[in-house]
């Protein structure tokens, strides 16, 4: 019997595998700064993370000599990887090293390596976890320390308490050089953010707290860089403009928009019809026609709702406030012309539209009551990047603050 034996498979290739953690550095001219930032960088993570990892340098555009600089280190250290980009922009830098990234978590921070290190294991662990989605370092919650001068410390406040103010923000500190996210999560909302320079931070946790994404704060230790090349001014007048553009695409701002034209609408259907119809009868052709333009502008343009998703639901809640409105409107020209015989058509269509509007203040409470006219039993809508994306009709309110 010939005997037989077995012989061993040809080994596969070895592949590597995907890091846990992409770190990216973004630079832009910083041949002098990089081979110790990123020497340091490396120490730390060999010694200090649990988890795989990979250094990115995003060179966005470099004139000097950092891009030789980028090479030699990655050639040298083990686990540093080079991204060559032809045009600057840290938000440009951040969005190609995270859409090509194969790692679970991408985080960023400054090359100057202003934030304590010590603080990227608590940044990133909650990502790793699965517990949030994004994480920020924050220098201006309780427990961090910073040390910086006045002149920044103010500008810093004055940021944040203005995205508060104007975006309803609730993370402390949009602009620190300290972040991560998942990469799930990168994928979600990369292609709704439009800035690609320094606002770029700002979009991606407003995007992120619109979506109802989970953003947990790291307070930190940072010492400011004096030789830092921001340019204070310019970059807040294109923060600036970065928040007039999120504002405007609220819906909040359509929703106000639609609604004016509705009014002028109104009023013009109104002062048309009077004279063959009457005051009451040209109030009721003019509101229920602007009820189905309001209604359908606002499917549309306020809660980007296409197609019949939600048009029988929504118009029947349409007629309701119709007929809320009408019976204010009525009451209120029964008001008038008991203290008027006869009224000019300018006092009736004053009085018309405050009533008008009263009704609407009183049917459209604050995001944080939910609706008080007829509700919906899935409220609230949830919020996708810009657009409500719920089959129920929300209510003509500010949206919820994220996190709803």
């Known amino acids: 019997m010939a005997s037989t034996s077995l012989l061993p498979l040809p080994a596969a290739p070895a592949r590597r595998a995907a890091p846990t953690v992409d770190v990216v550095v973004p630079v832009h001219n910083e041949q002098g700064a990089l081979p110790a930032s990123i020497r340091r960088l490396h120490d730390h993570l060999s010694a200090e993370l649990p988890f795989a990892w ?188 970065g928040i007039a553009r999120l504002l405007a695409a609220s819906p909040v701002a359509r929703f106000a928009a639609v609604g004016v034209a509705s009014t002028i609408a109104y009023a013009l259907i109104f002062l048309v019809l009077r004279g063959p119809l009457g005051a009451g009868g040209a109030n009721a052709v003019a509101l229920a026609l602007t009820a189905v333009g309001n209604t359908q502008a606002n499917r549309a343009l306020t809660f980007g709702v296409r197609g019949r998703e939600g048009l029988v639901r929504h118009h029947v809640m349409g007629a309701v406030v119709f007929l809320l409105t009408l019976g204010l409107t009525s009451g209120a020209l029964a008001v008038l012309r008991g203290l008027e015989a006869d009224p000019s058509r300018a006092l009736e269509l004053t009085v018309l539209i405050a009533a008008s509007v009263c009704g609407a203040r009183a049917r459209a409470p604050s995001a944080s009551r939910g609706p008080s006219w007829p509700s919906c039993s899935s409220w609230p809508p949830s919020w996708t990047c810009g657009r409500w994306t719920s089959t129920a009709w929300p209510t003509p309110t500010t949206p919820p603050p994220c996190g709803r």
């Open 54 to 241: 990979r250094i990115v340098i995003a060179d966005n555009a470099s004139t000097d000599e950092t891009a030789r600089v980028a090479a030699a280190l990655a050639a040298d250290l083990p686990g540093v990887e080079v991204l060559d980009l032809d045009r600057k922009g840290r938000g440009r830098a951040l969005r190609a090293a995270w859409s090509r990234s194969d790692a679970d978590v991408l985080c960023y921070m400054d090359v100057d390596l202003s934030t304590d290190l010590r603080a990227l294991l608590p940044l990133v662990a909650p990502l790793v976890s699965g517990h949030s989605d994004l994480a920020i370092g924050t220098r201006l919650a309780r427990g961090a320390r910073v040390e910086r001068g006045p002149k920044r410390e103010l500008i810093s406040r004055t940021y944040n308490h203005l995205l508060r103010l104007t975006l309803h923000a609730r993370f402390t500190d949009a602009q620190c050089g300290f972040k991560a996210i998942r990469r799930d999560a990168a994928q979600r909302l990369l292609p709704e953010v439009r800035d690609e320079a320094w606002f770029f931070d700002t979009e991606l946790l407003v995007l992120a707290q619109r979506e109802g994404l989970r953003i947990h704060e790291v307070p930190v230790d940072w010492v400011d860089d004096p030789d830092s090349r921001v340019d204070i001014v310019s970059t807040a007048v294109e923060d600036l403009k």
